[in-house]
T-cell receptor, first 115, second 111 residues
Framework: DTEVTQTPKHLVMGMTNKKSLKCEQHMGHRAMYWYKQKAKKPPELMFVYSYEKLSINESVPSRFSPECPNSSLLNLHLHALQPEDSALYLC??????????????FGQGTRLTVV | QKEVEQDPGPLSVPEGAIVSLNCTYSNSAFQYFMWYRQYSRKGPELLMYTYSSGNKEDGRFTAQVDKSSKYISLFIRDSQPSDSATYLCATMGRGNNRLAFGKGNQVVVIP
């Protein structure tokens, strides 16, 4: 199983809503990532979790709140988003070892629209 | 200066042509160089990677790294319509676990 599963695939939310994006992998990977991708742009790193601990936060606004409940799951809690936050949100995972870190497997993403 | 530069212009080629894509990078300490393929409305998938300099071939795909000029390339031989996608180069950024992506090239292979 080399899949990273993200739910939901599509999400429309109002600026006052609270929602969560979910990501799951069963490859035994200990590093998990959230990326944001705007149309025709490359993915931009938001957060990195390593062994369920937040290791990188790329100065992401607090309206995005990541959570790693266990080694297989990664959540992204959303609150009071702005229309400019509309994007494809990608989850990825990789082995923790540096030499294998480049083998990042991506999910299909959640396409988020903030209205 | 961005870590990875990739001219994002779209590329249309007839079926069977050779596709040539390239990127430049800024940090001479980078060791791992990757090419990701992303189909429309999908997440990126790792296509090929190389470590340090040299060539790597996998079927119709060849990845090259020239560390002296900080240049990375991807060649697709005998291109197929199914190769139509966006191709993103990437390399290891500052520290572990950070992929630095180029802007991506949208490739369209016309039957």
């Amino acid at each position: 199983d080399t899949e990273v599963t993200q739910t939901p695939k599509h999400l429309v939310m109002g600026m006052t809503n609270k929602k969560s994006l979910k990501c799951e992998q069963h490859m035994g990977h200990r590093a998990m990532y959230w990326y944001k991708q705007k149309a025709k742009k490359p993915p931009e790193l938001m957060f990195v979790y390593s062994y369920e601990k937040l290791s990188i936060n790329e100065s992401v606004p607090s309206r995005f709140s990541p959570e790693c409940p266990n080694s297989s799951l990664l959540n992204l809690h959303l609150h009071a988003l702005q229309p400019e936050d509309s994007a494809l949100y990608l989850c990825a995972s990789s082995q923790e070892k540096f030499s294998a870190a480049f083998e990042a497997f991506f999910g299909q993403g959640t396409r988020l629209t903030v209205v | 200066q961005k870590e990875v530069e990739q001219d994002p212009g779209p590329l249309s080629v007839p079926e069977g042509a050779i596709v040539s894509l390239n990127c430049t990078y800024s940090n001479s300490a980078f060791q791992y160089f990757m090419w990701y393929r992303q189909y429309s409305r999908k997440g990126p998938e790792l296509l090929m990677y190389t470590y340090s300099s040299g060539n790597k071939e996998d079927g119709r795909f060849t990845a090259q790294v020239d560390k002296s000029s900080k240049y990375i390339s991807l060649f697709i031989r005998d291109s197929q319509p199914s190769d139509s996608a966006t191709y993103l180069c990437a390399t290891m950024g500052r520290g572990n676990n950070r992929l630095a992506f180029g802007k991506g090239n949208q490739v369209v292979v016309i039957p």
